[in-house]
């Protein structure tokens, strides 16, 4: 078991930066691997960006591919997603999760644990 609880949301404008955290406990961040999600209004969850249990591989979604780091803070045991560049269209609340696995990847149902998601609001 591990749980999850993101921070570091808020309102911001298009071309800000944010970083949002998502501390673990229960189990290291990095004997699992790790990811954020994000649902805007009506729509379907979405992959964002994920980590490998190692540390040795990370993946995005093409729309925030060069805008957007996940890393991670073994010491704290927290999870990182560095936003820059921010667009209205990353308006969403953005949840980080958890898998045993040992491979990364963009399939929700694949994540067995989930933080309750933190709002991000980037207005124009």
């Known amino acids: 078991q591990i749980q999850l609880v993101e921070s570091g949301g808020g309102t911001v404008q298009a071309g800000d930066s944010l970083r949002l955290s998502c501390a673990a406990s229960?189990?290291?961040?990095?004997?699992?691997?790790t990811g954020w999600f994000r649902q805007a209004p009506e729509k379907e969850r979405e992959f964002v960006a994920a980590?490998?249990?190692?540390?040795?591989?990370?993946d995005y979604a093409d729309s925030v591919k060069g805008r957007f780091t996940i890393s991670r803070d073994n010491a704290k045991n927290t999870l990182y997603l560095q936003m820059h560049s921010l667009k209205p269209e990353d308006t969403a609340i953005y949840y980080c999760?958890?898998?045993?696995?040992?491979?990364?990847?963009?399939?929700?149902?694949?994540?067995?644990?989930w933080g309750q998601g933190t709002q991000v609001t980037v207005s124009s």
């Open positions: 980590i490998s249990w190692s540390g040795g591989s990370t």
């Open positions: 999760a958890a898998r045993g696995g040992i491979r990364t990847t963009m399939t929700s149902s694949s994540y067995d644990f």
């Open positions: 229960g189990r290291p961040v990095n004997s699992v691997t």
